[in-house]
């Protein structure tokens, strides 16, 4: 039976626009959300596994910006770059350029490991006026609290990247496995948007080019956390954080926020790592009150 996205009345009021760019000699998919007039426009970056579509809850409470959402090179619709490892100095250069070419000046904002090429492009000089970092990775993930899982997902991606081809892509893409990942990270008691969350997973966790590209950006994933690049943020920056998140505790994020420069958190209780998906609304509240909009 088909799932009611719960957000689907607000993002059907939002109108949208799909667009590519050439951006490193690879053609980037894009989305522009909202008045093309607004007084706000921000680049957004989704996470690991994600493409565009994981952060619409969260533009469904944003009506009066502008959000220009991207597909990461080699998921969603946009295909890997050419003759390239898609590590995290690939997805900085590829950021730097791709705002540059369709929103310069632009608010920037990344989930997850969005979080991590956000910050590490900032600090390597995308010009922006503030950030705003959703679900930050705020500590090495090896030391989160699910440190042993973490030390899991590093061998299946392993295994994944050296069984031979149409097995490891199969194992990859199981999806069994996403639907234990999607319900490791859920928190949500709320059954109808749990099952959301789920089909959510279903349908766009697997949408990445080839295990390759997957393996790359697994291992940027977790060989960087936004603490590297916090001392270079000189933008006030929000960080969105989650009091239950078991990727990056919620002291850690406020570690996080005495490191950086200028920095604002925003705690959201009784969620994880999901707030894209299990509370958007307190998620764009924050954002829109960090950017002087009024919802």
């Known amino acids: 039976m088909p799932v009611t996205s719960p957000y689907a009345s607000r993002l059907a009021r939002i109108p949208v626009e799909r667009h590519e760019v050439e951006v490193l000699g690879g053609t980037t998919a894009y989305w522009a959300y909202g008045p093309d007039d607004a007084g706000t426009t921000i680049v957004a970056v989704h996470g690991f596994r994600g493409e565009h579509h ?26 890997p770059i050419p003759a390239r490892t ?15 070419a369709v929103a310069p000046g632009a608010d920037i904002l990344g989930h997850s490991f969005g979080s ?47 069984l031979p081809r149409r097995l490891g892509e199969a194992v990859l893409r199981s999806r069994v496995i996403v639907r234990v990942m999607s319900a ?29 590209v997957l393996h790359d950006a697994f291992v940027a994933s977790v060989s960087h956390d936004v603490r590297e690049f916090a001392p270079r943020i000189a933008q006030p920056t929000l960080l969105v954080a989650a009091q239950k998140d078991d990727i990056t505790p919620i002291e850690k994020e406020r570690e996080l926020a005495r490191i950086l420069p200028d920095a604002e958190l925003v705690e959201i209780p009784d969620v994880g790592h999901l707030i894209h998906y299990e509370t958007p609304r307190p998620a764009a509240d924050a954002i829109a009150r960090f950017l002087g909009e009024s919802l």
Do not use: C
């Open 54 to 79: 994981g952060l619409e809850p969260v533009v469904a409470h944003l009506p009066g910006v502008r959000v220009v959402m991207p597909d990461l090179p080699g998921f969603g619709e946009t295909a």
């Open 86 to 100: 898609h590590d995290l100095a690939l997805y900085v250069e590829w950021l730097r350029a791709f705002a540059a």
């Open 116 to 162: 991590i090429v956000v910050a590490a492009a900032v600090a390597d000089g995308l010009e922006t006026p503030r950030v705003v970092l959703v679900n930050p990775i705020g500590a090495p993930a090896l030391e989160g609290p699910r440190g042993i899982l973490t030390r899991l997902a590093v061998f299946y991606y392993w295994a994944g990247a050296r």
């Open 184 to 212: 490791s990270m859920a928190k949500t008691r709320d059954k109808e948007l749990l099952r959301f969350v789920h089909e959510q997973h279903d349908t766009y966790f697997s949408r990445f080019a080839d295990r390759d």
